[in-house]
């Protein structure tokens, strides 16, 4: 099975989010900002609590940055898609790469997955998958090592046809992982 397809803005920013919002697969996520947060938080209560907030200048000045770092990073968390969104769509228009994104192509055989576009080809087999993960609109092939790449339900002309791709894919990924061997599918189309 195969399908062709070129990402849009929307697909990048909604990667973007998707990569934000699965720490354990990427590169610390929203956790570790409210983690941080809450531990300056904590830390800039208890030196209230303890020096009344009665100490010399330089103390009170340190209790404001600690209570302002931890004020950043809730921003930050609260607002880290509007800001994910509005990086990348500048990215693309300052730097002229709106119209570089260039088509691809996915190919889901059973015994490996194919992803092409007009410069390169990555043909890897099912057990350097980590997952294919699901949202709405949305694929998202899991690979091991920290890297994922997109497949919107807007490359197919239905719902049904991404459901039965995605079937297929995950049915050739568990298979692999399971059996060490490919399961038959459906024939390419």
Not at 30 to 55: D, E, K, S
Not at 121 to 133: D, F, N, P, R, Y
Request: aromatic letters at 14%; a positive charge; one cysteine or more.
């Amino acid at each position: 099975m195969q399908v062709d397809y070129q990402l849009t803005e929307e697909d990048l920013i909604a990667f973007s989010k998707f990569q934000a919002d699965h720490p354990s697969r990427f590169w610390g996520g929203p956790r570790m900002f409210l983690v941080m947060a809450g531990l300056l938080f904590v830390m800039g209560i208890i030196l209230v609590y303890l020096t009344g907030f009665q100490g010399n200048p330089v103390e009170q000045l340190r209790l404001a940055m600690l209570f302002l770092f931890s004020g950043v990073f809730i921003f930050l968390y609260l607002f880290r898609h509007r800001l994910i969104a509005r990086s990348i769509r500048r990215q693309l228009r300052d730097k002229g790469f709106a119209n570089a994104i260039p088509r691809e192509r996915l190919e889901v055989t059973p015994e490996s997955f194919t992803r092409s576009t007009a410069k390169t080809t990555t043909t890897s087999l099912w057990k350097g998958l980590e997952t294919i993960m699901l949202t709405e609109d949305y694929a998202f092939f899991c690979l091991i090592g920290k890297t994922a790449f997109v497949l919107p339900i807007n490359a197919f002309r239905d719902k049904s046809e991404f459901t039965t791709f995605v079937e297929a894919a995950r049915r050739y990924h568990e298979s692999a992982l399971r059996f060490g061997k490919p399961t038959p599918g459906p024939e390419s189309t």
